[in-house]
């Protein structure tokens, strides 16, 4: 356990010096624009991996692993699905996404559609800073609560000590890298979470002896592990439910802010085409190894009290402790590159759309300090929560992506496509969005209308939430005046 703690420490030391690093690089420019965007001016490459690696989070190393060992083969829908977002986002909405927030000024997903419908009061922008500060606190809750999780799976630490260590570590690095160091850090980290799930699948496979054995094993235990469609059959509600929820999922991706920045920050929009190609290429195989290390896990430990430590479970089984330090660093990656990535963004947010409104006459020095501290405060919380929370993590980081994509989504999508789009239309979709999810949620749990929650259990809140969301925006533009000015300089 030594050699594997030496290891990942290794690993930490390596992001504090490439954080350093991508700092020293933007210093002669150093400001708002650098510390939220890295001034529009970062390579392709880093750009795409970091999206695949914020977006990816310990979802794929905790949350998607451990529900493949809880459910089966079925949670490959997701995988397959989750590899569009990449493609997608920055063959579709990248390069309109970029120019169209440089040409209004605006640094965040936020900040750029408050500025494309002209919202002089800043209602869009004050509302979707506090919606995307709300979800984003549960998001990184949920991270810090992995990492508490592993660490006490690896090192049998308290997971109060191991959540504190690595909210320390990224609050630190986020605190004072900024976006460009965010970006470069995330590269290094989706590589290495694509590198440490191929090691793991192909070790795992080697262990059980093939896809016919481990398939063998999995059906003496419950056949639905082995069925694609997990038990139901293919033409029925229940599975199209369960395929709907999936395909809300990927969609919501690319309404969450910390993933939709991304493109902004892209030095050009020549490359959005071959950014999507390789995203695709990073995202199959990382998803693809995540489910079937769940299912190498079930196979060969099946009788684990927590999936959550599903993959530090099967890392121990399989590798000695060297190997074993570079796995757990990859699932560190995985938690640091989407942490940092949704401290700074609603971070950001907050300051860009709520502190400047109310305070306009403030100094970009003042907002850059104010922004960096509440990094750090909205770090703390998160820490906090991550180590009382008890629900799985996958459903913390599924309501928190379903909430910020049900809220930005559908809006995003209009505004770069359909000029009829609406101040009034905007912000009936922000706020419909957000509601839906969250009184969705409350039914399911049996908060309210408890009558309910066993005919909505199934249904992913994001599948309501943009579904009202895109209504609202519709139906409110269509009686509304559009924005004029605005429309007419980004040319949709």
């Given at each position: 356990m030594n050699l594997t703690l030496f290891v990942a420490v290794a690993y930490l030391f390596i992001i504090i010096l490439i954080s350093w690093w991508a700092h020293k690089r933007g210093i002669e420019d150093w400001g708002e624009?650098?510390?939220?965007?890295?001034?529009?001016?970062?390579?392709?490459?880093?750009?795409?991996?970091?999206?695949?690696?914020?977006?990816?989070?310990?979802?794929?190393?905790?949350?998607?692993?451990g529900l493949a060992y809880g459910t089966g083969l079925s949670i490959m829908w997701y995988a397959m699905l989750a590899t569009l977002v990449g493609p997608v986002l920055f063959w579709v909405f990248g390069k309109r996404l970029r120019n169209f927030s440089e040409t209004l000024g605006a640094y965040t997903l936020v900040e750029y559609l408050n500025n494309r419908f002209e919202d002089e009061k800043g209602m869009i922008g004050g509302i979707g800073a506090l919606i995307s500060f709300i979800f984003l606190f549960f998001y990184v809750g949920g991270q810090i609560r992995a990492a508490g999780l592993q660490f006490k799976t690896f090192f049998e630490w308290p997971i109060l000590f191991g959540a504190v260590l690595m909210g320390i570590i990224i609050v630190g690095y986020t605190f004072f890298a900024g976006f460009r160091g965010v970006v470069w850090t995330d590269t290094l980290q989706g590589l290495t979470m694509l590198f440490s799930m191929i090691l793991l699948s192909i070790a795992g496979l080697y262990t059980i002896g093939g896809f016919e054995e481990l398939f063998a094993q999995l059906a003496a235990q419950n056949s639905s592990l082995v069925s694609i469609t997990g038990g139901r059959p293919i033409i029925s509600i229940s599975f199209t439910l369960f395929l709907s929820g999936w395909i809300a999922s990927g969609l919501a991706g690319m309404g969450n802010p910390q993933v939709s920045v991304r493109p902004m920050g892209m030095e050009d929009d020549?490359?959005?085409?071959?950014?999507?190609?390789?995203?695709?290429?990073?995202?199959?195989?990382?998803?693809?190894?995540?489910?079937?290390?769940?299912?190498?896990?079930?196979?060969?430990?099946?009788?684990?009290?927590?999936?959550?430590?599903?993959?530090?479970?099967?890392?121990?089984?399989?590798?000695?402790?060297?190997?074993?330090?570079?796995?757990?660093?990859?699932?560190?990656?995985?938690?640091?590159?989407?942490?940092?990535?949704?401290?700074?963004?609603a971070s950001a947010e907050f300051i860009r759309n709520i502190y400047k409104k109310v305070r306009p006459n403030s100094s970009e020095k003042k907002r850059l300090i104010y922004t960096r501290l509440l990094v750090a405060i909205l770090g703390v919380l998160a820490i906090i929560a991550g180590i009382y929370w008890k629900e799985a993590v996958f459903w913390f980081i599924l309501f928190a992506w379903g909430g910020l994509g049900s809220a930005f989504f559908p809006l995003m999508a209009f505004s770069l496509f359909w000029e009829k789009t609406s101040r009034e239309g905007a912000l009936s979709g922000i706020l419909s969005g957000f509601l839906t999810v969250v009184i969705w949620k409350s039914i399911q749990e049996g908060f309210i209308l408890s009558q309910f929650s066993s005919n909505i259990a199934n249904i992913y809140e994001a599948i309501p939430g943009i579904i009202v969301s895109t209504i609202f925006i519709i139906v409110i533009s269509l009686i509304t005046e559009k924005p004029k000015e605005k429309v007419k300089e980004l040319d949709l």
């Open positions: 624009g650098e510390y939220d965007l890295g001034n529009r001016s970062i390579h392709w490459f880093p750009i795409m991996v970091s999206t695949f690696a914020s977006a990816s989070s310990a979802f794929v190393f905790v949350g998607l692993f020549s490359k959005m085409e071959i950014s999507g190609i390789t995203a695709a290429m990073v995202y199959a195989p990382t998803y693809a190894t995540a489910v079937l290390g769940g299912l190498i896990a079930r196979a060969l430990l099946p009788n684990l009290g927590n999936v959550d430590t599903a993959f530090g479970a099967l890392v121990i089984e399989l590798f000695h402790p060297v190997i074993g330090g570079i796995m757990l660093g990859g699932l560190l990656a995985a938690i640091m590159s989407t942490s940092d990535s949704q401290l700074l963004t």
